[in-house]
């Protein structure tokens, strides 16, 4: 159930942080997910880590349907994925769910450093 409530509110403030701050506001939200939701530190890294990238995988392809992919489409001709601009959301959604993923797994080697002393 940790596992679960930590995962959406990671996407929560990542949501509403990405609205105000930089992209890398997302890190700070699973860092401080992490720190207030004690878990072991793979769940806290898995948690991290599928918070943001479902949350950038389903924001980045509803913007990309908005403008019927051409964008993405374009981007994806420069860079070897064959024009298929679901590998460039794939691969935008990874990096956003590493950054996440650390940043939470940083925050519970915190807090799991800071209890056993």
Known sequence: ???VISLLLTALLSFAGGLYLPWWCIGI???IVS?????????AFLAGFCGVF?????????IDS???HILS??????FPLGGISFLLILI??????LVGGFAALSG??????????
């Open 35 to 43: 720190v207030l939701i004690l878990q072991p530190p793979i769940r």
């Open 29 to 31: 939200c699973a860092f």
């Open 66 to 68: 908005a403008n019927d």
């Open 54 to 62: 479902l949350l950038w995988l389903i924001f980045s392809w509803s």
């Open 92 to 97: 935008t959604s990874l990096v956003g769910g």
């Open 1 to 3: 159930m940790k596992f």
């Open 108 to 117: 519970s080697y915190l807090r799991s450093g800071t209890k056993r002393k």
């Open 73 to 78: 489409h374009k981007i994806a001709q420069i």
